[in-house]
């Protein structure tokens, strides 16, 4: 699957859109459960592969595409297993249909012909034309671990646990930490997984547009950014398309037409300038396929929105590719030495991959009438990992050759508890799979896992040691030191930063050379200001971490004029928090009415998670006589309840009425806050006061506190602001502040 794949020349190309469903119960009409059907016998089965007197080594018709592109890949591949296969599938699927009205066949069919042509290995495909028989069909995972061994049935079972992920409107935190875990376990199972969804999304016209809409966020949000962390791009790039087209039409439209009538120019500077790049590693006698690939629909949409009006040279870039390492870099000198390269535009992802396993040479070249082009240089096995990511690496379980030493076969064997060593896993999926173990709560597990998702570059910093670490874009040496030491970087007093003395929230860069200076007391401790200068989930929990387990160590440091007692500094803390703002922001004074089971105490509703009637709520008494109330889901609940405070019971009084804080997230649009606040309004709510944080990453963060007539109509208010086009989540508050 190119590139090219996913740029239509037709208008039809991309309506002809995704079906989620991947069950006979979603598709077509919904049929009985075979409740008497008898069980199913394999060999049965396997006798009747071919009919009349047919061959063994003859293979249905209905697999040639797949074989075909399986054969390119692995000219020596056994193909038995294949067809074995989809005689089970065939026959377990027979008579259930597609929504569409194809027999439903035609989707593991699909699936693995998606997954053949990016190079998968046998094993893999084999799980493919089986992904849907254990959830859809009377075959059992016995059975298919008896036909054709541990490590399809392994796969099987993942995907088939991933198939009862049900997304819904807002993906719930723990099914996608079991997704990573299982993902973690064997790559090969999100494989087929992300080959699914893009033969979905490719049919998905059949299904309502709300439906439509809703499988795409989903696909957009999650999907395609593993995809991009397993490098898939072959898949990445069309699933992108295709969420685009479904929710974003115009600006699609606006794409294609763009493409449309740069195809009709009479001229094509970007197939000149690869004829000039031709000539000159003609004349340099080293051997190359120069090739041009033409940009995406997202790519393109990008490029015009930071460029303006584009050039025939941003309409694509040209590829060369050759069979060493070696003459990558002797096609980068040769074209910078008979070019004009724009120096600017240089990236080695040879010397320091990308962590996705990408690797190539970026750069630039630049014409006298200003058309400039990129260049890509790799090796062809470089393009293929480039394509297909992990798919292209084939077996990584597969046994150790005999000229490994034994040592390292174990890299290659399931682990007693059936966990898996991937010795071709990506660094960042072994960090996730490291620090989603340690996060406190699916929430913070979710929220973290969207935050490092959103990090679509990473940076690579040497160490004093003579090692490396690999960062996300951003990340301070806060993020080096827990990389480095894990919860030891407690004790880290500062660092150097190429030679030279620097703050722990010094921002690194690619190629940094950063040495963690480490502080010898044992009773060393993080600072909460940390948590603002770290970026990586790792830094991030282990901080949170230490912090819960350390109340007394959560509060400002005390100035100059304090005594610096605690207690004193939470008692004026909690009489500050409990005075109504001179600005009227202060949520308490309108709120709903707590009562609390303490005469004459104070009441006030923590900030840091809202509560409105009907959130079951509790109570903890503070110093200067002030009652706080809490959600009993709010994380300050749990380390109160740690330092020993009893609780305090409270209760909601009859008024309705409440104050609330939301947090919308939405994808950057034109008039998209005159949109949420419409459909605010129209809810009868008033806003008493709104922030939007500047865009990141084409994403903006909008916090709204709100004053419901009626704490009941807030799930209808969340509903309605959800419905604005490119909001894609609406949650309470959960303010990172100290709780008294």
Known sequence: MSAEATNPASPGAVTSSPELAASPEQDGPPSPRRRTRPRIDLRRLGRAAFLGSATRDRLPDAIGHVVEAHRAHHPDADLEPLRRAYVLAESSHRGQMRKSGEPYITHPLAVTLILAELGAET?????????????????????????????????????????????????????????????????????????????????????????????????????????????????????????????????????????????????????????????????????????????????????????????????????????????????????????????????????????????????????????????????????????????????????????????????????PDGERIDPTRPGWLSRLLDWQEAAPDPDTFWSTLREDLAQDREITVFRADGGSLGLPEGASCVDAAYAQYGEDAHACIGARVNGRLATLSTVLRDGDTVQLLMGQDPASEPSRQWLEHAHTPVARIAIQRWLAAHPTHDDPVPGPDSSGDPSEAEAARAAAEARPAQDGSDASPAAATAVVDQPGATVRLAGCCTPVPPDEVTGFAVRGGVVTVHRVECTGVARMKSTGRAEVGVHWGDTTEARVTLVAESFGRPHLLADLTEAIALEGVAIVSATVEPPSQQRVRHTYTLQLPDAAHLPALMRAMRNVPGVYDVSRAQHHVAVP
Request: with cysteine.
């Open 123 to 415: 094993t893999t495909l084999t799980a493919s034309l089986l992904h849907d028989t254990v959830e859809d069909t009377d075959v059992t995972l016995d059975q298919v671990g008896e036909e054709f061994g541990a490590e399809v049935r392994y796969i099987v079972d993942g995907v088939t646990k991933l198939e009862k992920v049900d997304y819904g409107t807002a993906a719930e935190p723990e099914t996608f930490r079991k997704m990573l875990v299982a993902t973690g376990n064997d790559v090969r199972v999100m494989s087929i997984k992300l080959a699914d969804r893009l033969h979905n999304m490719r049919t998905l016209g059949v299904m309502r547009p709300e439906k439509q809409e809703r499988i795409a966020k989903v696909t957009r949000d999650v999907l395609i950014p593993l995809a991009e962390r397993l490098g898939v791009q072959a898949l990445k790039t069309e699933l992108e398309d295709l969420v685009f087209a479904i929710l974003h039409p115009e600006e699609y439209q606006h794409t294609r037409e763009l493409i449309v009538d740069n195809a009709s120019r009479a001229d094509d500077p970007l197939a000149e300038i690869a004829d000039e790049v031709r000539g000159v590693l003609r004349d340099s006698g080293i051997q190359a396929e120069v090739l041009i690939r033409p940009r995406h629909f997202v790519s393109l949409h990008r490029a015009s929105r930071k460029r303006g009006r584009l050039r025939g040279s941003d309409f694509g870039r040209v590829l060369v590719l050759v069979n060493e390492d070696a003459d990558c870099y002797g096609v980068l000198g040769e074209l910078h030495t008979c070019m004009t390269p724009v120096v600017s535009e240089f990236k080695d992802f040879i010397a320091v991959p990308k962590f996705n396993l990408y690797q190539s040479l970026h750069t630039a070249v630049a014409r006298a009438d200003g058309q400039v082009a990129e260049v890509l240089i790799r090796t062809h096995q470089m393009h293929k990992a480039a394509e297909a990511g992990v798919i292209a690496l084939g077996n990584p379980y597969a046994p150790p050759s005999e000229e490994q030493s034994d040592g390292d076969s174990d890299k290659a064997r399931a682990e």
